[in-house]
């Protein structure tokens, strides 16, 4: 659903003006929490525990075209779980469905490797959103105040330099979390012989369209990854 920015801000201007003046103004509620462990893309609000005179009403990511002239209001999903899908794309049901497609040097002291990824799922319900890769390597640089780790190259360690976003999904500390371990961190085929103290991780976005970063089923995608490698030997 697309408006003109005029009245798209207008709108968004009257909803808070509507809610935030509302009942009992002394009366003051928690607002939705985003839980970091759930690499802050975990939305954990629950309308009926609002007892206040504030409450969401929607939460939205706004996408503003090229020349500011027009934007769009995209729902975020309320997702409860991420699923670690790793051994599914390696080792069953489907054995190549995660393929280093190009590897070569940038010229800039870097590697860029192409990775693909391909949704081989024949039902709907099965179309993936938010699908990342995640890159881990151990981690030198922390952040005291946050008690995580990342990697940071100027202190020799590997790093992902084109990064879409960073997360804590998934990481070391995580490993057996959920059914079958499939909420936390799997040693992968591809993985080196020691397995990375990160705690704090790059990833590139994985999706077949623009609209809500959704992965359709029968669909490949292939990223490319732009790596400083770690100082030194490593296996």
């Known amino acids: 659903m697309r408006y003109s920015i005029h009245a798209g801000i207008l709108l968004v201007m009257v909803a808070l003006l509507s809610s935030g003046c509302s009942g009992d103004s002394g009366s003051v509620t928690q607002p939705p929490v985003l839980d970091p462990q759930q690499g802050n893309s975990l939305l954990t609000a629950n ?18 075209n090229e020349d ?22 390696e080792d069953g049901p489907c054995q190549e469905c995660l393929q280093i497609t190009g590897f070569e040097q940038s010229g800039y002291g870097t590697l860029l490797v192409d990775v693909g990824i ?16 995640i890159v881990m390597f151990d981690a030198s640089h922390e952040f005291p105040e946050a008690g995580l780790m990342v990697p940071d190259r100027s202190l020799g360690d ?25 909420q936390g961190y799997l040693e992968g085929n591809m993985a080196t012989a020691e397995i ?8 590139k976005r994985y999706q ?16 490319t990854y732009e790596i400083d490698m770690p100082d030194g030997e490593f296996v």
């Open 47 to 64: 309308l009926s525990d609002y007892n206040g005179s504030h409450m969401l009403w929607s939460y939205h990511e706004i996408h503003v």
């Open 118 to 133: 391909t949704n081989y799922f024949t039902s709907q319900t099965m179309t993936g959103f938010d699908v990342r890769g």
């Open 208 to 223: 077949s369209t623009s609209s809500r970063r959704m992965f359709k089923i029968g669909e490949s995608v292939t990223r």
């Open 68 to 89: 500011h002239s027009d934007f769009e209001l995209i729902p975020v999903r309320l997702a409860n779980d991420h699923w670690n899908i790793l051994n599914l794309l």
């Open 158 to 182: 590997g790093e992902l330099i084109n990064a879409d976003g960073y997360t804590t999904l998934f990481n070391i500390t995580t490993e057996g979390s959920g059914p079958g371990g499939l």
């Open 196 to 203: 990375p103290d990160a705690t704090l991780n790059p990833f």
